[in-house]
């Protein structure tokens, strides 16, 4: 899609202790959809539990110029597809 996706903003937030060997379910979702960002949610979960909870802004910007571009439709579309679902 020509784009790169750079990290503007991450936080995690750990709300229980994980061990090495614990099975971690991770549920992702699409938060928000900006002109130029992507808002993506993490819950991680262990047994059931919530252990942490995580966000990140994921900015496009063009492989060309490393300027923000807006995001692509068929990117759009795609992440809206899989909020709809």
Known sequence: ?????????????FLKPMTWDDELDVEVSVK????HAIV???VGRVAGSKVFVAEITQ?????ESMRPTPVPKELRDALLGAVDS
Do not use: D
């Not at 020509?2 to 937030?13: F, H, W």
């Not at 928000?32 to 002109?35: A, F, G, P, V, W």
């Not at 900015?59 to 492989?63: A, E, L, N, R, Y």
């Open 32 to 35: 928000e959809i900006r002109t």
């Open 40 to 42: 993506l949610s993490f």
């Open 1 to 13: 899609m020509g784009i790169a996706p750079p990290a503007r903003a991450l936080s995690v937030e």
């Open 59 to 63: 900015v496009c910007t063009s492989k």
